[in-house]
């Protein structure tokens, strides 16, 4: 799989787990995660290589699933 078809990938994965995704110019100090406003937000730094920002999501989205809630998006009955 080519780098950019798996970082479009990972992307879809991180907005399906509710976290908000940014793309700012960060002069190439990376992205990352954070939480504010109620939100988690994954940034990525466009001034990076497509394989750096890859690695960036990669590892922001493994933390974020190590760390989460699994019954989160689980619907429970009324």
């Known amino acids: 799989m080519r780098t ?3 970082l479009n990938q990972l992307l879809f994965e991180a ?5 908000v995704v940014r793309f700012e110019y960060l002069d190439g100090q990376g992205g990352g995660l954070c939480a504010f406003g109620g939100k988690r ?12 920002q ?3 999501v990669q590892s922001a989205l493994s933390e974020e699933l ?6 989160r998006n689980v619907r429970r009955a009324a």
């Open 41 to 52: 937000w994954l940034f990525v730094d466009l001034a990076q290589s497509v394989e750096d």
């Open 15 to 19: 907005r399906s787990n509710d976290l």
């Open 4 to 6: 950019a078809d798996r």
């Open 66 to 71: 190590a760390n989460s809630d699994p019954m």
């Open 54 to 56: 890859l690695e960036c």
